[in-house]
């Protein structure tokens, strides 16, 4: 058995399976999100069925919905302590962490939080704290980065993490033809691993969500950000090994 098997399911949505734990990132499990709609047929019970946690990184509708969450009654949803606050008002299970190490169960995989720059989209009726996540266990560390901008103290994730990072999942793009505040593009993205050191990088949030209609008329934007993610690695981090999915597709990293 692979001791880490990494599942996207689309958006910001993956399944990371690292030394018998599954942890659940951001899930969309619908087939949109308010008024965005899925490229891509929704994630199959299948996939995601199981996870000992979930990752939240900030409360956006994309990141954050709540017939989605509300599909995981009684799994902890590792996030900050405002965001967990007002997802417990919410009568779901909100675990407050921080940049001290929080085990996952009995088990050897810890998660912490870690710095996000997304603080563009303030919404009035939710807290707008936003953070990535480490993940390490006995055989790899893996960022999440949620949804942020590119930041000078990236490089200092692997004194954060207390090792070498081998995955980061990087967000990509966003879900229109403009790329608004508080997301990166591939290139940024890629300079982003090249920061973080990762072993591999893996692209998330593009080619998945698009508003009512602008695909049929635009589906460019929406196929392009992996394959230029995977391009601009190779010219800033070429130590760094891309590894594109399809919504839906695995990959066994270790």
């Known amino acids: 058995m692979s001791a880490l098997r990494v599942s996207w399911l689309g ?9 018998g734990v599954r942890l ?19 994630p199959e019970e299948a996939r995601w069925r199981g996870p000992d946690a979930v990752l939240i990184s900030h409360l956006h509708h994309d990141h954050a919905e709540l017939r989605s969450l509300r599909m995981l ?6 996030t900050s302590s405002p965001v967990a606050a007002w997802l417990a008002g919410k009568r779901l299970r909100g675990v407050a962490i921080g940049q001290g190490w929080t085990r996952v169960g009995t088990s050897e995989v810890e998660v912490r939080l870690v ?45 954060m993490a207390g ?26 993205a890629a300079a982003a691993c090249g920061l973080a050191e990762a072993g591999h990088g893996i692209p998330v949030h593009w080619g998945t969500l698009h508003p009512p209609l602008v695909a049929r008329f635009a589906r460019g934007w929406l196929e392009r950000p992996g394959e230029e993610f995977a391009d601009a690695l190779g010219r800033v981090a ?15 990293l270790l």
């Open 115 to 159: 710095p996000a720059v997304h603080h563009h989209r303030p919404m009035p009726h939710r807290p707008n704290q936003a953070h990535g996540h480490l993940v390490r266990g006995p055989s790899a560390a893996l960022w999440v980065a949620g949804d942020t901008s590119l930041y000078p103290e990236m490089s200092s994730l692997p004194e």
């Open 24 to 42: 659940l990132t951001d899930p969309l499990l619908r087939p949109h999100a308010g008024l965005l709609r899925r490229i891509a047929p929704r």
């Open 11 to 19: 958006h910001s949505t993956v399944v990371l399976d690292l030394d």
């Open 163 to 188: 090792r070498s990072i081998d995955v980061g999942l990087v967000p990509v793009w966003g879900w229109g033809p403009r790329l608004s505040q508080g997301h990166m593009t591939p290139s940024e």
């Open 73 to 78: 009654p009684d799994v902890p949803l590792m």
């Open 238 to 252: 070429p130590d760094c090994q891309p590894v594109v999915m399809d919504p839906g597709e695995s990959r066994d």
